[in-house]
């Protein structure tokens, strides 16, 4: 029989065995939690480069068919279908990887479920732009109209902020650069309503109806509901990542999720494996994103990058 000094011992051995799986539960935790968070990291660096860096393409690519098609005539200028296409995509693929980079922050610092998740909408919604602008299953006409819609919803965007900010100038004051060159053709440092009018013409120009909307013109009907739900390669994740899993961040809550979000006031910590759990956009976005590229420029890019990514998360 084990007397009462053995038992007290036993009791004693038992604690300090627990103390050490938790302790080591949790080291485990936090590495799985760093190596995410710095996959994250590879792939908004990755993102980075394919934002800024010219694209390698296969000669019988959707991208190099492009290359061929006539130049968009807008106002005095001419400009390349490829160019607006590459410029249009390259702008949401950076602000995917700027968001990227703020989902590693959050990761890391376990401190916000609300704004991962956030966050993680943002990274989807970037991801979808990028890849409805260069979606090699439709014609080069149909993805021009897809970018002169997106750089019209860009344009009018900064014109309604300049209006709201009151200060009185206008895109077109700043259009030397710090070399003294007219710099930018797509718009960021021109005349947003005269660039507005010159895409309104072309379009028109060539039979295209353009539809008026109640913020901008559209060339063509583009909505993120639509999009998720209509693209190729999607597998399912997307239409979750968008509609219900991403939704918490307009309040639509689920009751175990919102059990958590108050619990996470109290203790005031947002745990990795909660984080990635309520964010698959944050996974979905480049995963559909990075397989359109593929499809498009007929040359797969940041394969190990995004395997490691996965398994990860």
């Given at each position: 029989?084990?007397?009462?000094?053995?038992?007290?011992?036993?009791?004693?051995?038992?604690?300090?065995?627990?103390?050490?799986?938790?302790?080591?539960?949790?080291?485990?935790?936090?590495?799985?939690?760093?190596?995410?968070?710095?996959?994250?990291?590879?792939?908004?660096?990755?993102?980075?480069?394919?934002?800024?860096?010219?694209?390698?393409?296969?000669?019988?690519?959707?991208?190099?068919?492009?290359?061929?098609?006539?130049?968009?005539?807008?106002?005095?200028?001419?400009?390349?279908?490829?160019?607006?296409?590459r410029y249009e995509s390259a702008?949401?693929?950076?602000?995917?990887?700027d968001q990227l980079r703020g989902?590693?922050?959050?990761?890391?610092?376990?401190?916000?479920?609300?704004?991962?998740?956030?966050?993680?909408?943002?990274?989807?919604?970037?991801?979808?732009?990028?890849?409805?602008?260069?979606?090699?299953?439709?014609?080069?006409?149909?993805?021009?109209?897809?970018?002169?819609?997106?750089?019209?919803?860009?344009?009018?965007?900064?014109?309604?902020?300049?209006?709201?900010?009151?200060?009185?100038?206008?895109?077109?004051?700043?259009?030397?650069?710090?070399?003294?060159?007219?710099?930018?053709?797509?718009?960021?440092?021109?005349?947003p309503a005269k660039d507005i009018?010159?895409?309104?013409?072309?379009?028109?120009?060539?039979?295209?109806?353009?539809?008026?909307?109640?913020?901008?013109?559209?060339?063509?009907?583009?909505?993120?509901?639509?999009?998720?739900?209509?693209?190729?390669?999607?597998?399912?994740?997307?239409?979750?990542?968008?509609?219900?899993?991403?939704?918490?961040?307009?309040?639509?809550?689920?009751?175990?999720?919102?059990?958590?979000?108050?619990?996470?006031?109290?203790?005031?910590?947002?745990?990795?494996?909660?984080?990635?759990?309520?964010?698959?956009?944050?996974?979905?976005?480049?995963?559909?994103?990075?397989?359109?590229?593929?499809?498009?420029?007929?040359?797969?890019?940041?394969?190990?990058?995004?395997?490691?990514?996965?398994?990860?998360?």
């Amino acid at each position: 029989m084990t007397g009462e000094g053995d038992a007290s011992k036993h009791d004693e051995a038992w604690a300090v065995e627990m103390l050490h799986r938790i302790n080591g539960g949790a080291q485990e935790a936090h590495e799985r939690r760093d190596a995410l968070a710095a996959a994250v990291d590879e792939i908004a660096d990755g993102f980075t480069q394919l934002g800024l860096k010219p694209w390698k393409m296969g000669r019988k690519s959707p991208a190099q068919e492009d290359m061929k098609a006539p130049d968009v005539l807008l106002g005095d200028r001419a400009e390349p279908v490829a160019k607006i296409l590459r410029y249009e995509s390259a702008v949401n693929i950076l602000s995917a990887a700027d968001q990227l980079r703020g989902f590693a922050v959050l990761l890391r610092a376990e401190a916000s479920l609300m704004g991962a998740v956030s966050v993680a909408r943002g990274i989807f919604e970037a991801c979808l732009w990028a890849t409805a602008v260069i979606d090699p299953t439709i014609t080069t006409d149909e993805r021009l109209k897809r970018a002169l819609t997106r750089r019209l919803a860009r344009l009018s965007a900064g014109i309604r902020l300049r209006d709201m900010l009151g200060d009185g100038t206008t895109d077109a004051d700043h259009v030397i650069d710090n070399d003294d060159h007219v710099d930018d053709q797509h718009g960021t440092n021109r005349d947003p309503a005269k660039d507005i009018t010159n895409i309104v013409v072309y379009a028109e120009g060539r039979g295209w109806p353009v539809k008026k909307g109640r913020r901008t013109s559209e060339i063509t009907p583009l909505s993120i509901d639509w999009l998720s739900e209509n693209l190729e390669r999607r597998i399912g994740i997307e239409g979750y990542a968008w509609t219900s899993g991403s939704s918490m961040a307009h309040g639509e809550h689920a009751a175990d999720t919102a059990s958590w979000v108050e619990l996470s006031q109290d203790i005031g910590t947002a745990p990795a494996w909660l984080i990635q759990l309520w964010s698959t956009g944050a996974w979905a976005g480049p995963r559909l994103f990075l397989a359109t590229f593929a499809s498009y420029t007929g040359r797969a890019t940041l394969r190990r990058e995004y395997q490691r990514f996965e398994k990860l998360f």
